[in-house]
């Protein structure tokens, strides 16, 4: 009898934190390494969530709460889908998740069986085929163009869909690209899921608050009521409110789903944090100055980092709407020789030899299902970005 389950040969390791492993390896051995690998904003918590923290400490909220949260939460959520979506969700129709991470897990937990067809669009951010996989089901892979800006086509979407299909995993603004749909790009995709009835979606509104410029930031169900009853919208307060380490994520959708997320979550954690609920309560429900403010920090190094990326040699790189990362390709330097003289043959080739060369970490674009490119995040300062662009601009020119 194998002692390990099966469903573990069904998963990868993450890419991203392999990559985040490598440099901090680097940089005990003394290397000078930048790492612009991870994907977390590298601003403090607002100090009126930590103080509500702290308060909800005092206060003896250290108990057990509802498994799908506290009402107080789960009513500032449902307060937020109306205030910034425009959508009706009755507080009974939340829940609360230990991280988005565990939303997703959850639902595909809660509805999926073997054989089961869930359709996610590439690139990709890395859990979503490992959770699909361990939860049982079969991931279906659609590719996007750089072309299109890496954005799904009505006739992709098309393409892909079959009788098995459960779920279509749709994720605006990305991980990895940065791109974000609007409304009248998502309102063809939301056509072509009207015609197909059987078909649920599963939206990832994470980086709904980090979009640049006049971008307005849609989701399917504002876009497309009639999609209410068959989409769950999934959302948190780790990008936006810079708490990626307090773990709560959250999410609205048809009461049979969220009871059936319920249960699960009954008998995996019993529900998130109390303390980081009540923080999570402000965050949503209280001054709002810290998103917008980030949003303009976040534009001035998308704008950096995008114009530099564009003056190195064989880098194409799109001017991404949103979140924190930009998804060059590097097709321009597949087979030219690195300084250390390997021929890079892949996007991996060029992200080692980037590393071994100029101690700049990124992360390769096989990782996230298309290449050959790479993903930067853009979550550090403009003096590190700079130094960084300046190591790729020199690296590229170096490669012949
Ligand atoms: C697209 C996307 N969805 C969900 C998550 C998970 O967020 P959380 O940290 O709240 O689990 C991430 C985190 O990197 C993400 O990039």
């Known amino acids: 009898m194998a002692f390990l389950a099966d469903a573990l040969s ?77 959508l009706d969700y009755d507080w009974q129709q939340t829940i609360v998740g230990t991280g988005g991470k565990q939303i997703l897990f959850n639902a595909f937990m809660a509805t999926l069986n073997p054989g089961d067809e869930v359709v996610i669009p590439a690139p990709y951010w890395v859990s979503y085929p490992e959770m699909v996989a361990l939860c049982g089901g079969t991931p279906v892979f659609v590719s996007t163009k750089q072309e299109n800006n890496f954005k799904l086509t009505a006739e992709e979407l098309e393409s892909v869909i079959t009788p098995k299909t459960k779920w279509f995993v749709f994720n605006s603004p990305s991980n990895p690209t940065g791109a974000a749909y609007s409304a009248d790009e998502l309102k063809a995709l939301t056509d072509v899921l009207l015609r197909h009835p059987h078909v649920w979606i599963l939206t990832d509104d994470m980086y709904e608050h980090l979009t640049f410029g006049d971008f307005k930031f849609a989701t399917p169900v504002e876009v497309e009521p009639k999609l209410y009853d068959r989409t769950l919208t999934m959302n948190g307060v780790s990008k936006a409110y810079a708490m990626t380490g307090w773990r709560i994520g959250y999410a609205a959708g048809p009461l049979q789903l969220i009871k059936a997320m319920d249960m699960i979550q009954g008998q995996q954690t019993s529900g998130a944090s109390s303390i980081a609920q009540w923080a999570a309560v402000e965050a949503l429900n209280g001054p709002q100055d810290f998103v917008a403010k980030n949003k303009a920090i976040f534009e001035a190094r998308r704008d950096l980092v995008v114009s530099m990326l564009n003056q190195a040699t064989g880098i194409k790189c799109p001017k991404p709407e949103g979140a924190f990362y930009v998804y060059p390709s590097c097709a321009g330097l597949i087979g030219k020789t690195a300084p250390s003289g390997k021929v890079i043959e892949t996007d991996e080739d060029f992200v080692s030899e980037l590393l071994e060369a100029e101690g700049v970490a990124v992360v390769h674009g096989s990782a996230f299902g298309l290449g050959p490119n790479f993903r930067i995040s853009y979550a550090t300062s403009e003096e590190l970005l700079e130094e960084a662009c300046k190591r790729i601009q020199r690296f590229c020119a170096a490669c012949k």
């Open 10 to 86: 069904r998963v990868k390791p993450s890419a991203t934190i392999a990559v985040s492993q490598k440099a901090r390896d680097l940089k005990a051995k003394g290397r000078d390494v930048i790492g612009l690998g991870a994907g977390e904003p590298d601003f403090d918590t607002p100090d009126n969530v930590k103080k509500a923290a702290i308060d909800a400490i005092n206060r003896g909220e250290t108990k057990y709460t509802p498994v799908s949260g506290i009402p107080e939460l789960r009513k500032a959520i449902a307060a937020k889908f109306k205030r910034e979506n425009g």
